[in-house]
């Protein structure tokens, strides 16, 4: 493999341009010293700024695997572990024909119709009725690695998303605009990143976390109101049903509570009131923290209808709504299954 020589001011210029380009996130020297530190590749970044460098080339794929899985790409931390295909099927040598005929015809895939993502059905397809459905099944897990590491890859231009503009990673943490489309409360590439990063959920911006939610109910298929963040009296998200009338009275209640601290029994107490009132069938107390035991002993021993989201089920969100890792040459979710 090959070497390339350059200052460590050059290689962090060019691991934020490779984020930016890849992720569509906006990402400064702070954030990607922090990444590399979390992903323990220390040794990989440069200790001074002005001096000059020699990485291999692998050297240089393993760092930008490490910061694009780091800042929430499922096909850089799919790249990064093992190949999935060596683990599932220990008798893969009895499909060699199956793997060559793939590799053979895979610059014949074509794009899906209204897509630009080729189409890996046809082959799949073929790869079925010749070898069964164990070969279409690592025909397609092949293919997968392929793509993953494709678009993972820091000299292809591929990347899984045509972005307008990048984000400010920063906008997460000091932000209270949340500048998205019309129905949408979050930005994906925001989720994409929490994900990879659960300890930085209790650091983000309190606007930015009631955004999360309403973006989660949403998600879910509820009508969702997001409320205006200040004078809210309480309530930061109402959701109703689909088909409810515009009148009718939302069936949740939101109370968001960004915070290291527990929640405490005042605060469900509250949110029973603006239950009652508003006449919502339930309510949900959201936050980075969790419960404290007497909030939840309240809510068991009045039988309050309100649910607990705390990090724990953040976490399970957010791996529901992240983006998965396709990659280019995957078309969606309406892929043959062996």
Request: aromatic share 6%.
């Amino acid at each position: 493999m090959g070497a390339i020589s350059l200052s460590g001011r050059a290689l962090v210029d060019s691991m934020a341009e490779l984020i930016g380009f890849k992720l569509g996130l906006a990402v400064s020297e702070d954030d990607l010293v922090r990444a590399v530190k979390s992903r323990g590749a220390e040794e990989l970044w440069p200790e001074e700024m002005d001096s000059l460098y020699r990485y291999r080339s692998e050297a240089m794929e393993e760092l930008s695997h490490t910061l694009m899985a780091a800042f929430g790409d499922a096909d850089a931390t799919a790249v990064r572990a093992s190949p999935v295909t060596m683990h599932e099927f220990p008798d893969l040598l009895e499909y060699s024909d199956a793997i060559d005929h793939t590799l053979e015809h895979l610059p014949q895939l074509q794009p899906a119709r209204g897509s630009n993502t080729l189409d890996p059905r046809p082959l799949v397809e073929e790869v079925k009725q010749r070898w069964g459905p164990k070969g279409a099944l690592i025909a397609l897990r092949l293919m997968q690695s392929i793509s993953a590491r494709v678009i993972a890859s820091p000299w292809s231009q591929v990347r899984r998303a045509e972005y307008a503009s990048r984000l400010e990673l920063r906008d997460l943490f000091t932000s209270e605009q949340l500048p998205l489309p019309l129905g949408v409360f979050f930005d994906q590439r925001f989720i994409d990143y929490l994900e990879a990063n659960i300890s930085e959920l209790g650091r983000m911006h309190w606007r930015q976390f009631e955004g999360l939610v309403a973006e989660r109910l949403r998600q879910e298929g509820l009508r969702v109101e997001l409320g205006p963040g200040r004078a809210d009296e309480g309530v930061d998200v109402r959701a109703w049903d689909l088909e409810a009338d515009e009148d009718a009275p939302a069936v949740l209640l939101v109370q968001c509570k960004r915070t290291k601290s527990k929640v405490d029994r005042v605060v469900v107490k509250a949110l029973m009131t603006d239950i009652t009132f508003e006449g919502a069938q339930r309510g949900m107390v959201a936050t980075t923290s969790s419960w404290s035991p007497g909030a939840r002993s309240t809510v068991e021993s009045r039988s309050y209808p309100i649910e607990e989201a705390n990090q724990a089920t953040l976490a399970t969100w957010l791996q529901n709504m992240r983006t998965p890792g396709a990659g280019p040459w995957l078309a969606g979710d309406k892929l043959p299954r062996p």
